[in-house]
């Protein structure tokens, strides 16, 4: 485990506070790049018709331009609008690189680069109103925020809207979704409706995306993206509600994600960490990541077979969803005993004594409690799973987008974090980098995940957009029936590595051998798992990573990705439509080694119920792998030093 420390090893440091060029050529413009001179973003105060002062900022990457001259401001409720009459009173710079080491993660180490633009303005009123905007550039792409300084003219504001603007300069393809578990629709920028979900890709060109995006969501109104009304091609952020805060204020980064390609894009998105603050958690090494068999029939005896196939399979958790207290829905069900819902089990339900025979084999029990129970008792239940020896809670059904909803939410994982407890928070939420704050935020849904038999396409979509803000739980059925109408099992083995999530739901409908009869979500008897060879896969599979590559990605068609832990590698590849087979050069392997290749791959012909075939076969640096996969197939791949 590392720690959580996050020592810095600072490269370059450098500050410069200037005051602001008035007499340039273009009143009151700036200009700021990224490190590597690609990424340029320009802010720039000037009259717009019969408003004087209004602010503007535009975005250019490797020469080309992305955001035509997009509006910025703040609308108050009861107080003229924080968007005119401004000039600039100074403005400061700095560079910033370090190296930060994460508790867990895609990848050991995390650069944070940057260089930063912090301007002042001061608007004409008596008293004068104050606003700070800042910027920053990092090759990976740009942020910005706003923070409303304390001061005399106001102490408190109520932002009723955002006007941060996004005005492409093209009517470029996007991939659209308007609820967090939706299907993506692929659509011109000019078919955009109101109310889409962030992150936002869009293709700018053949080898230039982009993609919109929130980070340090805390305690704000959740951001999604609304066509701009009278500018073809413009959006504009959208709030969820008003915005009620006592000064100092300062908003959520608003972040344009940049790169040639989509899986760039996804390697890329250690950006939304590095737009939030370090981790806050002294100690961390009781934040373990792991694999996850949900206990299906709430029962004693199937709690009991799930600790010894955990144990046996090589997982680290059990989870006991909905109905474990009775029925979640109910205001009456009491989250603080064990009360089996008889609609969803007869029981009997000895919950503390799986607990006390999961912890004796090293297993931890992650417990299921949703929202209404959390609302009305969180500070009671978390002391109290803490004192039953629970490892972790999953928050079901909590409310998004409004401020005290979202912090209501933060804080729900704070107070877990007090009691050393792990969080998976599920339905509607989605990430915006908090879990590098409290790592004990382990993962989220806010996906249409296995639950919702997703179509491949649909998934290979949700690869590309919404992975780039965090790690999402999939729900990973292996051997429910969807899997055969929907995909194949070597697509489901290649999803836990394609989906980052450090605590990976790898078995979500199904029941050890030893385990009585459950019910399926859906309905119907829990799937046996069986002893098909290739669950050697899971056992071996690590959930967090020193290294990650993203090889091949076409959104909505097909991806590639390997993934490092320690010696080993595991390479996987999803499919759509259409069968394809895609090269892998295994150049970044060590040169010094040879290694054995596990494949795991679709075959009709294996005798098996999964018809998954296992080949093995040498390989070194110089390999090309050739990954086949069936139309909505896949392929995983471990490779491992030759003993």
């Not at 179509?455 to 949700?462: E, G, P």
Request: proline share 5%.
């Amino acid at each position: 485990m590392r720690s959580g420390s996050e020592p810095a090893v600072a490269r370059r440091a450098a500050l410069c506070v200037t005051l602001w060029a008035l007499a340039s050529n273009v009143a009151g413009a700036a200009e700021l790049r990224s490190p590597d001179g690609r990424v340029a973003v320009t802010f720039s105060v000037r009259d717009h018709g019969r408003e004087q002062g209004c602010l503007y900022y535009s975005v250019a990457y490797r020469g080309a331009p992305v955001l035509a001259e997009s509006r910025l401001g703040l609308t108050l409720d009861g107080a003229p609008a924080l968007a005119a009459g401004f000039t600039v009173v100074a403005a400061e710079r700095r560079s910033h690189d370090d190296t930060w080491t994460p508790v867990y993660g895609e990848r050991r180490s995390i650069r944070d680069h940057y260089n930063e633009l912090a301007v002042d303005l001061a608007d004409g009123r008596t008293p004068r109103r104050r606003l700070r905007v800042t910027f920053r550039a990092y090759n990976e792409g740009v942020a910005f925020s706003y923070t409303v300084p304390a001061q005399a003219a106001m102490t408190r504001v109520v932002v009723s809207a955002e006007r941060s603007e996004f005005r492409f300069t093209g009517d470029h393809t996007t991939w659209a979704v308007y609820s967090a578990q939706g299907n993506y629709a692929k659509v011109p920028l000019s078919r955009l409706e109101e109310g889409a979900e962030r992150p936002l890709t869009v293709q700018l060109a053949e080898a230039s995306y982009a993609a919109i995006a929130e980070a340090r969501l805390v305690d704000y109104a959740r951001m999604k993206i609304s066509p701009l009304a009278g500018v073809p091609n413009g959006l504009v952020s959208d709030l969820s509600g008003t915005v009620d805060a006592s000064l100092p204020l300062t908003t959520p980064w608003r972040v344009i994600m940049l790169a040639e390609s989509p899986g760039r894009l996804l390697e890329n998105s250690d950006l939304i960490l590095n737009l939030n603050d370090p981790c806050a958690i002294a100690d961390a090494s009781w934040i373990r990541p792991g694999k996850v068999i949900r206990e299906v029939t709430l029962t004693t005896a199937g709690g009991i077979a799930c600790v010894d196939f955990a144990v046996k399979h090589g997982l680290q958790y059990v989870e006991f969803d909905a109905g474990w207290y009775g029925h979640e829905n109910d205001d009456a069900a009491d989250a603080r005993a064990v009360n089996v819902d008889p609609k969803r089990s007869a029981g009997p339900l000895d919950l503390h004594r799986v607990i006390r025979y999961a912890g004796a084999r090293g297993i931890g029990i992650i417990l299921y409690v949703n929202r209404r129970a959390l609302e009305r008792q969180i500070d009671e239940l978390l002391a109290l799973y803490e004192q039953w020896g629970v490892k972790g809670v999953k928050y079901g059904f909590v409310n998004v987008g409004t401020q005290p909803w979202t912090a209501w939410l933060h804080e729900a994982v704070r107070k877990a974090a007090a009691h050393r407890l792990m969080v998976d928070v599920h339905d509607e939420y989605r990430p915006t980098g908090y879990s590098r704050t409290y790592p004990n935020l382990m993962t989220q849904e806010g996906l249409a995940g296995d639950e919702t038999s997703p179509a491949n396409a649909n998934t290979l979509t949700i690869l590309f957009s919404r992975m780039l803000a965090g790690a999402a739980d999939h729900t990973i059925c292996y051997y429910d029936a969807r899997v055969a109408r929907n995909a194949t099992h070597a697509y489901q083995l290649a999803k836990a590595v394609c989906l980052y999530s450090p605590w990976q739901f790898v078995f979500w409908y199904d029941r050890p051998p030893q385990s009585p009869q459950g019910v399926a979500g859906a309905g119907g008897a829990a799937p046996v798992i069986g002893d098909e060879p290739e669950l050697e896969f899971f056992a071996s599979l690590p959930t967090v990573w020193d290294d990650t590559k993203v090889i091949h990605g076409r959104i909505g068609e097909f991806a590639v990705i390997a993934r490092r832990s320690g010696e080993e590698w595991y390479v996987a590849g999803m499919n759509a439509g259409e069968a394809r087979t895609l090269d892998v050069p295994l150049d970044f392997l060590a040169r010094h080694l040879r290694y054995t290749a596990h494949i795991y791959r679709d075959d009709p012909s294996a005798a098996t119920r999964t018809r998954v075939t296992i080949e093995r076969t040498s390989v070194s640096a110089g390999s090309v792998l050739q990954l086949s996969m069936p139309a909505r197939g896949g392929q995983a791949v471990r490779i491992a030093p030759a003993r």
